[in-house]
């Protein structure tokens, strides 16, 4: 019928804690005190899974964990480590709380009820340059679907896929922190039919003009080039733990991997 798969199995919302929506924070410390209030409904024998971008995101919120005294929790080591990431497997069908990448959204969980996904617009949920290509609009839906679990997208800032799905499930869009400016998505390609190329939409141009002050530009990704490759042999540094690209980091003189740190 051309529905969306979600509209018939949507839990419904609660009033003052959404368990389902696109979670936008200005600072890490405020969806960690959100994640918190999600961990004290949590009933026994129910399963969460926080899956992160990065090791930096999962560190942070083991250190969150530990304040909290909150110790039942699972870290999925990278799947280079064979041994390691055998016994997380196993342990993962009665851990309360799984941290991991995507690679944690398929494990044998006997009851996983809620989906967590930490800075949904990260660069490390979406892949264009090799195959498989893929991005995590494409299946974090069905995921869901699969354990029906509920499914709750965090960001700084909406990433516009994600968004799009958000709409379709009729999932609110809250902020949470302080509030700060307000936010507005443009999608460039208006701008491209108009004649507009460079970088910055003609919003954002009449907003600088505007602005009397000093105007910040953030480019929101890590790294001076995502992709470093030989121009005579065409060799790419690749992450010996994750299998993912090293990134430059041109400050430091290094390839870094902000997948696993």
């Known amino acids: 019928d051309g529905e969306h798969p979600r509209k018939k ?34 009933k026994k024998g129910e399963q969460l899974a926080i899956i992160c971008p990065e ?52 494990l044998p969980y006997t009851k996983l009820t809620q989906i967590i996904v930490i800075e949904a617009e990260n660069q490390q949920f979406q892949r264009a340059e090799q195959n498989p290509r893929y991005h995590l609009a494409d299946f974090i839906v069905y995921a869901s679907l699969l354990y029906h679990a509920r499914l709750l997208l965090t960001g700084v800032s909406p990433d516009i ?8 499930l009729r999932f609110p869009l809250q902020q949470i922190g302080r ?9 460039l390609r208006q701008d491209r039919e108009a004649g507009n190329y460079s970088l910055l939409s ?4 009449d907003a600088i003009q505007a602005n009397k002050g ?24 690749i992450c010996e733990t994750c299998g993912k690209h090293l990134v430059a980091d041109v400050d430091a003189g290094l390839l870094r991997c902000f997948a696993c740190g």
Do not use: M
């Not at 959404?18 to 960690?32: G, H, N, Q």
């Open 9 to 42: 199995t949507a839990q419904p919302q609660q009033k003052n804690l959404a368990s389902e929506a696109y979670i936008v924070y200005r600072k890490s410390s405020d969806i960690l005190a959100y994640l918190g209030l999600l961990l004290a409904k949590q």
């Open 214 to 237: 000093t105007t910040l530009l953030w480019f929101n990704r890590y790294g001076d080039a995502r992709l470093t490759v030989c121009a005579d042999c065409n060799f790419r540094a």
């Open 55 to 106: 090791y930096q995101h999962q560190r942070l919120v083991i250190s969150y964990l530990i304040a909290q005294k909150h110790s039942r929790y699972l870290l999925l080591p990278p799947k280079q480590k064979k041994s390691d990431f055998y016994r997380a497997w196993r342990e993962s069908a009665s851990a309360p709380v799984v941290i991991g990448s995507l690679h944690a959204l398929f």
């Open 179 to 187: 509030r700060g400016s307000d936010i507005r998505i443009v999608d």
């Open 202 to 205: 003609e919003d954002a141009k």
């Open 161 to 168: 896929r994600l968004f799009a799905e958000a709409q379709k």
